[in-house]
């Protein structure tokens, strides 16, 4: 609700595998999701890895349970993500594939049945992540990737066109992780630079999805602070994206409190401070339309399976802690 007075529509991401202390089993979790959000995400269901077991079958079992329960609570779906430009993150089997005597035909049609299958299963989707962090960190260009290498860069394109024929009412976004501090400078040119091609080629993108893992990246350094400078810098970086004429959703929010105080109370301060002036910056913008966090409890937060805290002790990068208390983040949001 307070979402929606601001505009925007609240969600998590939910999954079904893995859990570190919340677990989707739990009827509480579920109720407090379906209390706090107007939308939910797969966390992994929709990637290919989980969709596709092999190149000629898809397995829909594990999204259609969260599609199930978003329909039962009455709960929006977001998509994530058709096309993942991270080889270790798709399929399997996908390393050691034939395409045959005509490898880019093949590959182009491997992509585009994919995108018309999978959008087809969820026609209740609002929004797709069409292509998913595609933009290499280290230089600002695409990554390199199987289907890539056989389709040519024209994959990014090739996906949005066909995600919009497939989906037409559907949004359609780019989604990756570029973030804020001069680390990340290279990696957000690089994603101006996409969507700038993107756009001047009448490829049909609805907004840009900034993921919005903040507190520092899975290996790179911490970051516990969003200084004057990162924010002159970052509000330059959106106001080029919404020049675009593009919309903007936080996709996957939380705050790796890696190097943070052990001290719970001084690290939840910690994190609510930096994650409320990251998303209170992020609100002055009205073309932010949706902000979803990364699992909405500490349990259930995936970077608790990345690299630990120095003390071994737990993160406490979402809203609610494991036993499903709210705490100082929720507040800041
Ligand atoms: C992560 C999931 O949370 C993990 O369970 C999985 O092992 C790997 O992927 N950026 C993304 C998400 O776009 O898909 C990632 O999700 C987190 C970073």
């Known amino acids: ?123 209740q989707v609002d929004s797709w992540d069409v292509v998913n962090e595609t933009i290499d960190p280290a230089t600002g260009e695409l990554r390199d990737t199987i289907l890539g290498r056989q389709i040519g860069p024209e994959i990014v394109e090739i996906a949005f066109h066909e995600a919009k024929a497939a ?23 690089g994603v101006l630079k996409l969507l700038e091609r993107l756009k001047a080629r009448g490829v049909p993108i609805d907004a840009l999805g900034v993921q919005g893992h903040i507190g520092g990246g899975v290996d790179s350094t911490p970051v516990e602070r969003f200084t004057a400078a990162d924010q002159r810098d970052w509000r330059a970086f959106l106001d080029e994206v919404r020049g675009m004429g593009l919309d903007l959703l936080i996709t996957e929010f939380d705050v790796n409190c890696r190097a943070m105080p052990a001290d719970l109370a001084r690290r939840d301060a910690e994190v609510a401070a930096l994650g409320g002036d990251f998303l209170g910056m992020m609100l002055d913008y009205r073309e932010l339309k949706q902000v979803l966090v990364w699992g909405l409890a500490d349990g259930a937060s995936w970077l608790q399976g990345t690299t630990p805290r120095a003390d071994g002790l737990p993160k406490r990068p979402t809203p609610y802690d494991d036993r499903l208390r709210s705490k100082p983040l929720r507040e800041a949001m």
């Open 1 to 123: 609700a307070l979402a929606r007075r601001k505009g925007v529509r609240f969600g998590t991401a939910v999954g079904l595998g893995e859990t570190r202390g919340n677990s989707f089993d739990d009827p509480a979790f579920r109720a407090l999701i379906a209390h706090e959000c107007g939308l939910i995400v797969a966390e992994n269901e929709h990637k290919w890895y989980v969709l596709r077991p092999s190149a000629d079958s898809y397995d829909f079992g594990p999204a259609d349970r969260l599609a199930a329960f978003a329909a039962e609570r009455g709960l929006g779906l977001r998509g994530h993500t058709l096309l993942w430009s991270r080889d270790e993150f798709s399929a399997k089997w996908l390393a050691a594939h034939d395409f045959g005597p005509r490898p880019r035909a093949a590959a182009e049609r491997m992509l585009v049945e994919h995108i018309r299958a999978v959008t087809a299963r969820y026609p």
């Open 167 to 189: 989906a037409p009412k559907a949004r359609l976004i780019y989604n990756d992780y570029m973030n804020f501090g001069d680390e990340e400078a290279v990696h957000r040119k």
